[in-house]
Nanobody, 124 residues
Framework: VQLQASGGGSVQAGGSLPLSCADS????????MGWFRQAPGKEREFVAG????????SYIASVKGRFTISRDNAKNTVYLQMNSPKPEDTAVYYC??????????????????WGQGTQVTVSS
């Protein structure tokens, strides 16, 4: 598994920003995928997760209704659509992969593979 996140950048509050994460491996369709973020001076936190099939998703409360996680197993890619971002969403965003049983989808310790991170800056 080799994860490559992209799409970060600067965005105005209330705008939109799509993130994507591509896996160069062959078993992408067997992994649950998650997005985490880390702001300066803070712990890395779970943002959203999706099951290997795409049938189940999970979000932290602060992004529900604003962010959408999705995946395309044919393209080995997971997405995070950030709508109406807020300045407090500013962080480095990481994609990650875990064994595909949805157990512990929000637990950082369950994830085996991590991408390199992409910076998202939301200005007011």
């Amino acid at each position: 598994v080799q994860l490559q996140a992209s799409g970060g950048g600067s965005v105005q509050a209330g705008g939109s920003l799509p993130l994507s994460c591509a896996d160069s491996g062959r078993a992408f369709g067997t992994w649950d995928m998650g997005w985490f973020r880390q702001a300066p001076g803070k712990e890395r936190e779970f943002v959203a997760g999706i099951s290997w099939s795409g049938s189940r998703t999970s979000y932290i409360a602060s992004v529900k209704g604003r962010f959408t996680i999705s995946r395309d197993n044919a393209k080995n890619t997971v997405y995070l659509q950030m709508n109406s971002p807020k300045p407090e969403d500013t962080a480095v965003y990481y994609c990650a992969a875990k064994r595909g049983d949805f157990y512990g989808i929000g637990w950082r310790s369950e994830y085996h593979y991590w991408g390199q991170g992409t910076q998202v800056t939301v200005s007011s």
